[in-house]
């Protein structure tokens, strides 16, 4: 995950490099050029979509209050997840909030490395099996 700065010096690095290619002194072949181009074009990609996720990401500090169906929610931190792009895989920083106001009685396990479908069966098992003990089931 990168920070605006960061994001946008490698926007400008892959643009320099692109230009590099096109300004070459030594003649080369147009299919060669398109080629690098086409790499390059997609790195670039790649490098402007980490700078509008940086962009959205320094929108949504900690303490931020936001309301969502009717209920007031506060920014309290974030995590870092991969978001497939046209371009590239991505590392971006998505902020977590909760519900102001509302005491969290259980903590659900994030997904760290699993699918989204384990994450949502350990969740689903804390649940039932939580339900249950208190017979809610």
Do not use: C
Request: proline share 3%.
């Amino acid at each position: 995950m990168k920070n605006i700065a960061e994001a946008r010096d490698e926007v400008h690095r892959h643009v320099k490099d692109l230009l590099r290619v096109v300004d070459r002194e030594e003649p080369l072949s147009a299919t060669h050029v398109e080629t690098v181009l086409w790499s390059g074009v997609l790195l670039l990609g790649g490098a402007m979509m980490a700078l509008f996720f940086a962009r959205q990401a320094a929108r949504w500090p900690a303490g931020t209050q936001y309301e969502l169906r009717g209920l007031t929610y506060e920014v309290e931190g974030g995590e870092t997840v991969e978001v497939g792009t046209k371009f590239a895989k991505i590392a971006i920083w998505r902020p977590v909030g909760r519900v102001v106001g509302r005491v969290r009685l259980l903590e659900f396990p994030r997904s760290r490395g699993r699918s989204d479908y384990a994450a949502m069966f350990s969740i689903f098992s804390l649940m039932y099996f939580n339900s249950n003990s208190i017979g809610l089931t």
